[in-house]
Every structure is written in structure tokens, then in C-alpha cells.
């Protein structure tokens, strides 16, 4: 999978992609990551990327020209499944979709910044609106970081065991169960006996009746 992040300040983003997941999966050649500095595209001898709002109001909006030659480039070079603009009010990430992503083959993330970008690049270029929850970020680029991590760490082979991801909470619309590791006592606290009976299928049974007991408690909307 290629991801190409487009950004304001893409050095907010270096620092994710250089360890643990991330890391594991370039070194593997499964996921590799370029990120684009919209200024590199900007008007004029400033390189500008923003203007005022039509209409008026507070806050600047990043202009169509600079996004426009930043997508066409890198569309000029090879197709891409999903063009992805992160906003606020686009569509809240949850695991379907980030299983859904992890089967494309290259996608463009857009970061959004200041008041957001020019209508007309959300109607012509972009394929898909994200939202990472309902609060406002400075930026998008950590939330383009959010998204990739959800991403690349489902691709065969990112993960050392790949049955991992299956157990994760929101698969199958579930919240994890409770884990626990050594030691099997401690200050009096004890590991459930049936963790500790080499049950598998009992075992399997009870992770799967406290996944329900604790969505039910902490999201019972997943289960609906």
C-alpha cells in the first residue's frame, strides 16, 4: 500500500512513521508513506496557500489552485483508490471502514487547516470525508497519522501475530475483554480462574461473554 499525505506542516508527521508499527511495515516493503508540503505548491514568490473567506467571517481557507497541482502531480504518476480529506464533518472513522481502506492499494490523504479548504475541492477531487471524532484539531495531520495507524497495521504481515487485529475491540462491533498477564496474583488481586485452566473452549466462552458484558455497559449503540 502507498499512502501519500498532503499537509501543511508534514513535519508534524514524521516522528509516527519512524517506529513501532509503521516502521515494521516500510522496512517490510507491505506500506510505504510520502509526505507533501502544500507550500511546494503555493501562488507567487510567498508561496501562498490561504485567502480570506468569500463572504467574509474569521479564519482563512486553503486555496483550490495549490491542492489541485499537488493531487494532479501525483496523479499524473499512477491511479489512486480514495482521495480522503479529514474534516470535523466528514464521515467519523470506526473499524469497517479502516478494514475497508487497509484492501486499497494507494490512497491520498488531505489535511485540512485553518477554516478547512475551498468547497470546490471537497466536490471535485475528493472521494471520501473522514472525521476522527467530534472535536476540532489545529490540523490534520494528526489525524492523518490517527487514520494511517488504523490502516497499515490490518495489512498481512505489518502485525507479528496477524490474528491480533481480529480480536481487536470493534470488530464485529465488540469491545475487547479484559486482559491479563503475569503475575497470576498481586496484592491479593487474582487472575480469573478460568484464564488460568487451559480451557480453550471455556476459556474462548468467557472472552467472548465479557466482550458483550462490557459493550453492553460502555456502548450499548455498538449493538444495535
Known amino acids: 500500500m502507498r499512502i501519500d499525505i498532503i499537509a501543511v506542516v508534514p513535519e508534524l508527521l514524521q516522528s509516527p512513521f519512524q517506529h513501532s508499527i509503521f516502521k515494521r511495515a516500510v522496512e517490510k516493503g507491505l506500506a510505504s508513506v510520502y509526505f507533501h508540503d502544500l507550500r511546494q505548491y503555493g501562488l507567487g514568490n510567498y508561496k501562498q496557500i490561504d485567502d480570506y473567506s468569500f463572504g467574509g467571517g474569521a479564519g482563512m481557507v486553503l486555496m483550490i489552485e495549490p491542492i489541485d497541482a499537488c493531487i494532479s502531480a501525483l496523479k499524473a504518476e499512477r491511479n489512486y483508490d480514495e482521495v480522503i480529506y479529514l474534516t470535523p464533518d466528514g464521515h467519523t472513522l470506526n473499524q469497517p ?53 488504523a490502516i497499515v497495521r490490518l495489512i498481512p504481515g505489518v502485525l507479528s501475530d496477524e490474528t491480533s487485529a481480529l480480536t481487536d475491540s470493534f470488530q464485529d462491533n465488540l469491545l475487547a475483554p479484559p486482559v491479563y498477564t503475569r503475575p497470576a496474583e498481586y496484592k491479593g488481586w487474582k487472575v480469573p480462574d478460568i484464564l488460568l485452566s487451559g480451557n480453550t473452549p471455556q476459556i474462548d466462552a468467557w472472552r467472548e461473554e465479557q466482550a458483550y458484558k462490557r459493550t453492553e455497559e460502555r456502548r450499548p449503540d455498538l449493538l444495535t
Not at 490512497?107 to 470525508?129: A, M, N, P, S, W
Request: net charge negative; proline share 0%.
Open 97 to 149: 471502514m479502516a478494514n475497508a481502506l487497509s484492501l486499497k492499494e494507494n490512497i491520498i490523504i488531505l489535511c485540512g487547516h485553518y477554516k478547512g479548504v475551498d468547497q470546490r475541492v471537497r466536490d471535485h477531487f475528493v472521494t471520501k470525508e473522514i472525521s476522527i471524532g467530534d472535536y476540532v484539531l489545529s490540523g490534520g495531520e494528526l489525524a492523518a497519522a490517527v487514520l494511517a495507524d
